[in-house]
Nanobody, 125 residues
């Protein structure tokens, strides 16, 4: 089993930045693609970004391209989401996820095996 714990959420003004962290523990050698998803109130969970095990491949939702960066530190078993130029519409609970196999793009939440509890990001206008 793998446990994922997110941190770094909070309240920020529009245009500001936050860095989310997702620390993994347990059988971390079984983790391959990792991703971030966001769920706003009253909406379905949406793909934000994903990264391959090596970090050599990354994928982003069109809405965050150029503003968000996903990266991972294998030695620390941690994946990060650097969020810049935040907008009020980015407000959501952000959750990280891990898959036990390499995923093609990581956009489909159903392909992930492990999930964290989520961290709230609120962007004020």
């Amino acid at each position: 089993q793998v446990q994922l714990v997110e941190s770094g959420g909070g309240l920020v003004q529009a245009g500001g930045s936050l860095r989310l962290s997702c620390a993994a523990s347990g059988r971390t050698n079984s983790m391959y693609t990792m991703g971030w998803f966001a769920q706003a109130p009253g909406k379905e969970r949406e793909f934000v970004a994903a990264i391959s095990r090596s970090g050599g491949s990354t994928y982003y939702a069109d809405s965050v391209k150029g503003r968000f960066t996903i990266f991972r530190d294998l030695a620390k078993n941690t994946v990060y989401l650097q969020m810049n130029s935040l907008k009020p519409e980015d407000t959501a609970v952000y959750s990280c996820a891990a898959a036990r196999r390499p995923l093609t793009t990581g956009r489909d939440s159903a392909e992930y095996d492990y999930w964290g509890q989520g961290t709230q990001v609120t962007v004020s206008s």
